[in-house]
């Protein structure tokens, strides 16, 4: 079993819909998540970070962490066809360097 | 802005060749990282380096070996490359960041090298 899952998807919805992406984890040690945002032919970049359990809001993103769950989602609002590309989870327990990955999910947005 | 460069886009080697792909980050990160990318696999660190001239096994070391000479350059080397590292390769650099209860990195990632092994 991985430590970290993720639905691949593809995920198609229409512009203006709520996008709701989620990871589960088997690691309890897991305390800093983040999600990063990967487009086509382009390396991954950051777009949310969270310390332990907890929502987080930027813009139309809101990142929420449920430990005692092992269950962490993105959820994107107003959802735009530029939104479309691959979001990957990814955790560490701190203290250290090395992240563990999702296998992202493929979102796309059509107009 | 964090700028992590790549060498190559896109790379065509041959089976047994020796390659090379180069990563060059410009924000004086003391952390670099070289992870491969799969379909249904994901992003798989093979090696990374906290500092000049150190490194250490990711989860995927086998065929893959690394150089840091200097802070800012961190190479992956195939030694004798096969078709089994086909792949999506992309390099990453971190600096330790301080937050709610202890330290930890933000990883910036360059484009990637796509790399096609005949």
């Known amino acids: 079993q991985k430590e970290v899952e993720q639905d691949p998807g593809p995920l198609s919805v229409p512009e203006g819909a709520i996008v709701s992406l989620n990871c589960t984890y088997s690691?309890?040690?897991?305390?800093?998540f983040m999600w990063y945002r990967q487009y086509s032919r382009k390396g991954p970049e950051l777009l949310m970070y969270t310390y332990s359990s907890g929502n987080k809001e930027d813009g139309r993103f809101t990142a929420q962490v449920d430990k005692s769950s092992k269950y962490i989602s993105l959820f994107i609002r107003d959802s735009q066809p530029s939104d479309s590309a691959t979001y990957l989870c990814?955790?560490?327990?701190?203290?250290?360097?090395?992240?563990?990955f999702g296998t992202g999910t493929q979102l796309k947005v059509e107009l | 802005d964090v700028k992590v460069t790549q060498s190559s886009r896109y790379l065509v080697k041959r089976t047994g060749e020796k390659v090379f792909l180069e990563c060059v980050q410009d924000m004086d990160h003391e952390n670099m990282f070289w992870y491969r990318q799969d379909p249904g696999l994901g992003l798989r660190l093979i090696y990374f380096?906290?500092?000049?001239?150190?490194?250490e096994k990711g989860d995927i070391p086998e065929g893959y070996s690394v150089s840091r000479e200097k802070k800012e350059r961190f190479s992956l080397i195939l030694e004798s490359a096969s078709t089994n590292q086909t792949s999506m390769y992309l390099c990453?650099?971190?600096?330790?960041?301080?937050?709610?209860?202890?330290?930890?990195?933000?990883?910036?990632f360059g484009p990637g090298t796509r790399l096609t092994v005949l």
């Open positions: 990814a955790m560490t327990t701190g203290g250290g360097n090395k992240l563990t």
């Open positions: 380096s906290y500092d000049v001239k150190m490194k």
């Open positions: 690691n309890s040690a897991f305390q800093y």
């Open positions: 990453a650099s971190s600096f330790p960041r301080v937050r709610a209860g202890g330290t930890t990195d933000t990883q910036y």
